[in-house]
Structure formats: structure tokens, C-alpha cells
């Protein structure tokens, strides 16, 4: 077992069951390719539920403030290889990363398709930390991996909005998403705790919005426990879509200019107010939107993901070497863009955002 002090990101009691050893890996592919169909999965969800439900359980029962358990666990073993709890904060967005790279809060060895950095999770924040008020949203987010991930059908995403738990697939292992906050939710047995998880409901936000996303997560009135999802398109994947580098916008006027001041190099790109809603990666990987204009070598091959979350514009540090930070402050996690905000990536590059008025 080990550990991982993120207490500035808001992460606690990282617990890793598998003999990951951080600092150990070559961190040596990011494995970012078109997504493949899923492998056949060898152990059904309610076995790997119930096994890693006893491990993890009197963890989670202990917390009363609200947030999310990522619990990931082995399909080839069935085996429960760790657990990342993210507290949720009022007026802020917090995240997580889980990937192969030894910087990732949940950091998984144990499959070979694991990209360094596989999954982004944002929680939304939340108006109170008193239990019973404790709605947790989230949403889980591909970096424009080999695989990606898949919902219990084995229907492959990019994207997903989620109120309630969720239970997917991601590169050989099955992630339960569980919300923190009421102790009482948190069953003595774990056969029992899977007879509660509510019934999960998804929805398709391009087919039923067209034209933009839901504003708010679809209420069902019909039945009391559900978990709502809305599966999305995700992070873009630039190079396919952008030959140019200059310009991301698919339909429509721009939202904004992203400036980027390298070492030696200098540019804008112009992007959409679709691709900005969507999430962007930044960094030095031909899939990165500022790609054509990395010039520094500290920044990782995934940086930063940049994503505009309700009326927020966000950049969230995909657990790069260098950091991301305010020039003259500590790195940080997530940060929110506005109109004056400048963000130093890495050692030696800036970026700028200005919305087009």
C-alpha cells in the first residue's frame, strides 16, 4: 500500500493495493490513439463490486462532507488495486487524475493500455458541506486515450455528466464512481450495498440538445433512485479534427483567443464555443491544441486540460512534471480563467484567454 500527499488538491487517503511503487516508472508512452473496441471484460461488475466494497467501505463510511470514491479494480484478477477519495468544495471545482503516470492520484501499473493519464474526473462544487445537503455532480472526462471507456453495456465514451454512482470500464479495470458525504449510504454488507445502488439512467446530450449542452442534469421524478448520466463528446481530438492549429472552431463564431508565449515561440488559437464546452488538452502531444506552438520542452506530452464547466472556464493540471501554476505562486491543480487571469505552464510558457466580445 502507499501514498500520495495531494491534500492541496483536495484528495485524501490515497490507498493503492497492488505494489504500485510511485517514481518507479518510466512514464515512457502516453498510448493516445483512436479508441478501440473494449476487451471482453472476464469478471462481472457485482464480483468486483462486492470484493472491493469490503476493502473500502469503513474508508469511505468515516467521511461526512460530500465527495466522490473512485475505487478501481483489476478485471483480469478481480483484484482491488486502489481507492482515491476527492472532497468536494464550495465555490470550487476540485479534480483527479487517474492514469499510469506516477503523478496520478489513483495510479494504476497494472494493465498495459492504462495511458499515462487515462481519465480526468471535475467535481462540481457544492452549495453546502451539511450532510443532507450533500448532491454530488461530477463528470468524467477520456484525455484522448487509445481505449477509452465504456458504460455497463460496454457502449464506448468520451464523456460523461453524472449525478449518483457510476460503474465503467477503462483499460482493464472496472472504476466505481461512489458519492461521499452520508455515512448511512455506506451498508454493513457488501451484497447489500449493491441491492441500493440506484438504477443509472442515461441520456444523450447531442441527440437531445443539438445545439448546446443541458444546462442542468435532467430531473426523474418517476422513481427516487436513479443516477443520472449524460454521456458527452469529450476532449477533441485536435489533430484529426484542426489541421491548421490556428483555429478550433467546428460550427459556428469562436468563443475566445487562447494566447500562448513560448521560449521562442508565439501564436493564437482561435476556438469554438462547441470544442471549449468539450475540453481541450494542452501540451507538447500532436493531439494537444497548442501542439504547433510548444516550444518548451518542461511542459508534459499532457499538460492541461481546458474545459468550460456552466459559466466557469477551466484549466485542470493533468498531473504534469512541471506544474501549473499563477506566475510567482505554487502549482496547482484547478483554475479558473478570467478575463486577466495568466497561467504559467510547465518552466517557461505562458498562456492567455480573451473571450471574443
Keep these: 500500500m502507499g501514498s500520495w500527499d495531494t491534500s492541496?488538491?483536495?484528495?485524501?487517503?490515497?490507498?493503492?493495493w497492488a505494489?504500485?511503487?510511485?517514481?518507479?516508472?518510466?512514464?515512457?508512452?502516453?498510448?493516445?490513439?483512436?479508441?478501440?473496441?473494449?476487451?471482453?471484460?472476464?469478471?462481472?461488475?457485482?464480483?468486483?463490486f462486492c470484493t472491493a466494497y469490503r476493502a473500502v467501505?469503513?474508508?469511505?463510511?468515516?467521511?461526512?462532507?460530500?465527495?466522490l470514491a473512485i475505487v478501481a479494480v483489476h478485471e483480469a484478477t478481480g483484484m482491488p488495486q486502489g481507492i482515491v477519495r476527492v472532497m468536494a468544495r464550495v465555490e470550487r471545482h476540485v479534480a483527479a487524475i487517474v492514469g499510469r503516470h506516477d503523478h496520478a492520484d489513483l495510479y494504476l501499473t497494472n494493465s498495459d493500455s492504462m495511458a499515462l493519464r487515462q481519465l480526468a474526473i471535475i467535481l462540481?462544487?457544492?452549495?453546502?458541506?451539511?450532510?443532507?445537503?450533500?448532491?454530488?455532480?461530477y463528470r468524467l472526462l477520456d484525455l484522448r486515450t487509445r481505449t477509452g471507456?465504456?458504460?455497463?453495456?460496454?457502449?464506448?465514451?468520451?464523456?460523461?455528466?453524472?449525478?449518483?454512482?457510476?460503474?465503467?470500464?477503462?483499460?482493464?479495470?472496472?472504476l466505481f464512481l461512489l458519492p461521499l458525504g452520508d455515512p448511512t449510504d455506506w451498508q454493513a454488507r457488501a451484497e447489500d450495498a449493491w441491492d441500493c445502488l440506484p438504477e443509472r439512467v442515461y441520456f444523450d446530450e447531442l441527440a437531445r440538445v443539438p445545439d448546446g449542452s443541458f444546462t442542468h442534469m435532467p430531473r426523474i421524478v418517476q422513481?427516487?433512485?436513479?443516477?443520472?448520466m449524460i454521456r458527452t463528446v469529450g476532449p477533441h481530438d485536435t489533430a484529426r479534427s484542426f489541421a491548421t492549429g490556428e483555429r478550433m472552431v467546428a460550427n459556428g463564431s469562436a468563443a475566445g483567443i487562447l494566447e500562448i508565449e513560448g521560449p521562442r515561440v508565439t501564436g493564437a488559437i482561435e476556438i469554438g464555443n462547441d470544442e471549449l464546452r468539450d475540453g481541450i488538452l494542452l501540451g507538447r502531444y500532436e493531439r494537444c491544441a497548442n501542439a504547433a506552438l510548444a516550444?518548451?520542452?518542461?511542459?508534459?506530452?499532457?499538460?492541461?486540460?481546458?474545459?468550460?464547466?456552466e459559466d466557469r472556464l477551466l484549466v485542470v493540471?493533468?498531473?504534469?512534471?512541471?506544474?501549473?501554476?499563477?506566475?510567482?505562486?505554487?502549482?496547482?491543480?484547478?483554475?479558473?480563467?478570467?478575463?486577466?487571469?495568466?497561467?504559467?505552464?510547465?518552466?517557461?510558457?505562458?498562456?492567455?484567454?480573451r473571450y471574443v466580445s
Design 124 to 137: 462540481d462544487p457544492v452549495k453546502s458541506w451539511e450532510r443532507g445537503n450533500t448532491a454530488v455532480h
Design 295 to 309: 516550444d518548451d520542452q518542461s511542459l508534459s506530452r499532457v499538460h492541461a486540460l481546458m474545459i468550460q464547466v
Design 149 to 174: 471507456f465504456s458504460d455497463e453495456q460496454g457502449r464506448m465514451l468520451r464523456g460523461l455528466r453524472c449525478e449518483g454512482p457510476a460503474m465503467l470500464h477503462a483499460a482493464g479495470h472496472a
Design 8 to 16: 492541496r488538491n483536495r484528495t485524501i487517503g490515497i490507498d493503492l
Design 223 to 228: 422513481h427516487k433512485r436513479r443516477s443520472v
Design 19 to 48: 505494489h504500485q511503487v510511485r517514481g518507479g516508472g518510466g512514464n515512457s508512452c502516453t498510448l493516445a490513439f483512436p479508441a478501440a473496441r473494449p476487451l471482453e471484460q472476464r469478471r462481472d461488475l457485482r464480483h468486483m
Design 317 to 353: 493540471d493533468t498531473c504534469s512534471i512541471n506544474g501549473t501554476r499563477i506566475p510567482g505562486q505554487h502549482r496547482g491543480r484547478v483554475f479558473e480563467l478570467g478575463g486577466d487571469t495568466e497561467l504559467q505552464l510547465g518552466k517557461a510558457t505562458r498562456m492567455r484567454w
Design 57 to 67: 467501505a469503513d474508508r469511505c463510511r468515516a467521511i461526512d462532507e460530500p465527495g
